[in-house]
């Protein structure tokens, strides 16, 4: 397998204190890497090293399968990326910014500017300036200004951090077809789980500055149980019963009095009325599949992360 990106024990370290820690990364080409973390689990420093803009204090970069800083400017041109939104101007026109972006970079094709405002969808907007921008179209536009080059690896990170839902899905739509029908490689950090499922090929998870695990969605999917969760009113009485009365031990709890049964799901409709019974009132019983959200908080531990918890 061809890997865009791949690094061997990358690390950094600020004076004691361990940024990332023997990192390994591995991005196929024409894939989507997601990349999650808590608040400070290094995925931004190690963003800013790949990018070169972080000097590592050891370990290797591998970008086409090239060491980083050999060739570098060749290396960085096949790359596009948004840390943060760029420095538009707010008083000009989404092609005006374009431009000068064009003009700064130089080494662009005359109508580049035009296709990565059509690809975002932003073409249609010739008057309206960027201060009269949603935030939606502000993230597009830095998308647009990240492709103009046409590059062959994009590197995104919070590219949908407060986005309504509305933005949200657009971006996630012009992401996809940049990798199915341009065929970009994207390695993309968020917070927002749901998210990266619907969007990710791969997700690499970082804890405390170390990768703890790299692993396919679709495996991902295949690992992960149905389970039928009961929302009830005394989930500690329930949770007796269950064990004492049945002898099962298979099951989480979690907000809100739910209580997640991971065997025996074809007894749901006698544990409801052994519950109800034991005047245990269930207002809730739903079959589901484990989403990568209860992945995560099983991986890093602690059943109170949630989505607004990462970085």
Known sequence: ??????????????????????VNIHVPQGKIYGLLG??????????????NLVTPTRGKILLFEKEHRKKSKEIYHRIGSMIELPGFYENLTGSENLQ?????????????????????????????????????M??????????????????????????????????????????????????????????IEQLADIIGVMHQGRL????????????????????????????????EKFGFKDYSVHENG?????????????????FVENGISVSKINIREEKLEDYFSKLIGGGELVRSALL
């Open 1 to 22: 397998m061809q890997y865009v990106i791949k690094t061997n024990k990358l690390t950094k370290q600020f004076g004691e204190q361990i940024a990332v820690d023997c």
């Open 38 to 51: 808590r608040n400070g689990a290094g995925k931004t420093t190690t963003i800013r090293m790949l990018l």
């Open 100 to 136: 000068i972006f064009a003009r700064l970079r130089g080494q662009h094709k005359k109508d580049s500017v035009q296709n990565a405002l059509k690809i975002v969808g932003l073409d249609q907007e010739t008057k309206k300036t960027f201060g009269n921008y949603s935030l939606g």
């Open 138 to 195: 502000k993230q597009r536009l830095g998308i647009a200004a990240a492709i103009m080059h046409e590059p062959e690896l994009l590197i995104l990170d919070e590219p949908i951090n407060g986005l309504d839902p509305v933005g949200i899905q657009q971006v996630r739509k012009y992401l996809e077809m940049l990798c199915l029908e341009k065929g970009i490689t994207i390695l993309i950090s968020s917070h927002i789980l749901s998210e």
């Open 212 to 243: 703890i695990e790299e692993v396919a969605m679709q495996e991902l999917h295949q690992r992960n149980r149905q389970y039928v969760e009961f929302e009830v009113s005394d989930e500690k009485k329930a949770c007796l019963l269950l064990e």
């Open 258 to 274: 739910s209580i997640r049964l991971y065997s025996n799901l074809e007894m749901r409709a006698k544990l409801n009325g052994c």
